[in-house]
């Protein structure tokens, strides 16, 4: 602090800012005013102290919760499962992705609601508290994600190179439509605030509508078309046939694949920026 | 605009329509299809235009309710206008609402930095300003204590010690050297002086004719949305005294 005749010693240490203005920083738009990098990973950083209590065993926790769910389940569908092999996997896989769908989008919804103390400060772009709400679901996801190959890589059955990379592929998508419905979201929640009891309803039939407890066999096919048109049930059904079953959809399929997450992204981006600058006055 | 003009005001108008019945949620939409709403206008801001110059420090005043937080909204990019256009020239550091805005369940360095990193500073700003922050606001010994048990004046120290370590070239303030006992409402007002030495420009809004005639070159006074009086800081003061007193 810069040396006061009022109040303290010479000696203070002196705030950066006594420098002169300075003279680069001349538009407001979101790029120039706030370094979004730094911004994005200190509201990470801060959710997951809050959340947590800032201790390493509550982070220790975030890491085994998803781990110690994982043994569990391989260990009950092993018992209840056994004559099929595969089916446990494919159970596993799918409610694992269907839980960072879920949880990604209703954490998603409610993040500029939950952040309006920032928001009513200063401009800063909103997109990135969307993005950085999902953070704890895409942790879960990513550590679910390395205990399921490793397993498979150490129990088999061992999935390809090409298997290993689509499924990541997967992954992405299915983290970009759930930013795409968030950014879409949290900006209607501020004027609609039970569309997240709306999407609760929504999310519980989609959970019967995604083929997670039930292989989509079971479905007569002429109903498959209208099941793939659900965000999750693509990615949960393109992510089994790479890891577990060895077969990885058409061209044609990953292609409707993009397009579906190419739509949902414009059209959340699309949404958010409509209603984006007047959402302060909604909070 | 000539080169010393910072952020130039034309025509700034702001308007917030109050329905005759608030619905907030997709039910009440829903089963309020067939009951139409009024919507009674309120015109917060009316044809504002005025000009900040560089290195000077414009004060506003005016009563409750005349526009000044909207007004610092719109000039910080906050809110959207609905007529006008606001050109600014320089970056922005806004100070609004001191006090509110921090994370309870976060210590001041998690707060220093997810507020600074809000007011535009870069993750090594806040590492190089940290201890600086920190000392300003006299609270070394409690920086690791949640922000929920720090009083309205601890927090509001930390905001200013913050706002003072995030400053670009305009800083807006909202009732500036309002908070805090008189020793640390004598370094604001100290460290505000060295800011203004450094170059910065400053926007304030205060109710306290004292602040605004002792630190405006200039102000403007608002009632009802429009400027009303325009002058130098000790005349705008004198002006809001005035509206202040009841005529015999």
Same mark, same amino acid.
């Given at each position: 602090m810069p040396a006061s005749s009022a109040t303290g010693p010479a000696s203070r240490p002196r705030l950066h800012? %006594? @420098? +002169? #203005?300075? #003279? $680069? =920083?001349?538009?407001?738009?979101p790029s120039a005013e706030v370094a979004w990098a730094g911004l994005l990973w200190t509201l990470v950083r801060t959710d997951f102290k809050a959340r947590y209590h800032g201790t390493a065993s509550g982070f220790l926790w975030a890491l085994l919760k998803p781990a110690t769910m994982f043994v569990v389940l391989v260990a009950v569908f092993s018992l209840v499962f056994s004559s099929e092999p595969t089916y446990k996997f494919d159970l596993i896989i799918g409610l694992f992705l269907w839980d960072f769908f879920s949880d990604g989008t209703k954490t998603g919804m409610t993040s500029l609601a939950v952040k309006s103390y920032l928001l009513t400060k200063a401009r800063l772009p909103g997109w990135v508290v969307v993005v950085a709400s999902i953070a704890n679901a895409l942790l879960t996801l990513v550590v679910f994600a390395a205990a399921v190959v490793t397993y498979l890589v150490v129990w088999g059955p061992s999935p390809a190179p090409r298997g290993l990379a689509a499924f990541g592929a997967y992954l992405l998508a299915l983290a970009s439509m759930v930013i795409g419905i968030s950014l879409a979201t949290s900006v209607l929640f501020l004027r609609y605030r039970d569309l997240n009891q709306v999407w609760d309803m929504a999310t519980q039939a989609g959970f019967f509508v995604a083929p997670i407890i039930y292989p =989509?066999? *079971?479905? +007569? !096919? &002429?109903?498959h078309l209208w099941l793939f048109l659900w965000p999750p049930t693509p990615v949960m059904e393109f992510a089994r046939g790479a890891l577990v079953d060895g077969a990885l959809p058409s061209w044609r399929g990953h292609l409707c694949l993009a397009a579906m997450v190419a739509v949902i992204v414009g059209s959340g981006a699309l949404v958010y920026r409509r209603h984006a600058p007047r959402a302060v006055e909604y909070l | 605009m000539s080169a010393a003009t910072l952020i130039e005001v034309e025509g700034l108008s702001k308007t917030f329509h109050i329905p005759s019945v608030r619905r907030d949620t997709v039910r009440e939409h829903v089963f309020g299809l067939l009951e139409p709403r009024r919507w009674e206008p309120l015109?917060?801001? %009316?044809d504002v235009s005025f000009e900040l110059r560089r290195g000077e420090t414009l004060g506003i005043m005016g009563r409750n309710g005349s526009g000044k937080s909207t007004l610092l909204r719109l000039l910080c990019g906050i809110y959207e206008p609905d007529a006008g256009r606001i050109r600014r020239h320089a970056g922005i550091t806004p100070i609004l !609402?001191?006090?509110? $805005?921090?994370? +309870? !369940?976060?210590d001041a360095i998690d707060n220093v930095y997810l507020m600074g990193t809000v007011l535009g500073l870069s993750l090594r700003d806040v590492d190089r300003s940290l201890d600086a922050i920190l000392e300003f606001a006299e609270l070394e010994r409690f920086? &690791?204590?949640? =922000?929920?048990?720090?009083s309205s004046g601890m927090a509001s120290r930390l905001a200013y010690a913050i706002a003072f370590a995030a400053v670009r070239e305009v800083l807006v303030l909202d !009732?500036?050297? @309002? *908070? $805090? %006992?008189a020793g640390f409402r004598a370094r604001c007002e100290e460290r505000y002086r060295q800011l203004r030495a450094a170059g910065h420009t400053v926007l304030m809004v205060s109710h306290d004719p004292r602040t605004i005639g002792l630190f405006c070159d200039r102000a403007l006074l608002l009632d009802g949305g429009r400027i009303v009086a325009e002058g130098s800081g000790v005349d705008v003061a004198a002006r809001y005294v005035a509206t202040l007193t009841p005529q015999g």
């Open positions: 800012a %006594d @420098a +002169p #203005p300075r #003279p $680069g =920083l001349t538009s407001l738009t =989509l066999g *079971v479905i +007569p !096919e &002429r109903f | 015109r917060v801001l %009316d !609402e001191l006090g509110v $805005g921090w994370n +309870p !369940e976060l920086a &690791r204590l949640k =922000l929920k048990h720090y !009732e500036i050297f @309002a *908070v $805090g %006992d």
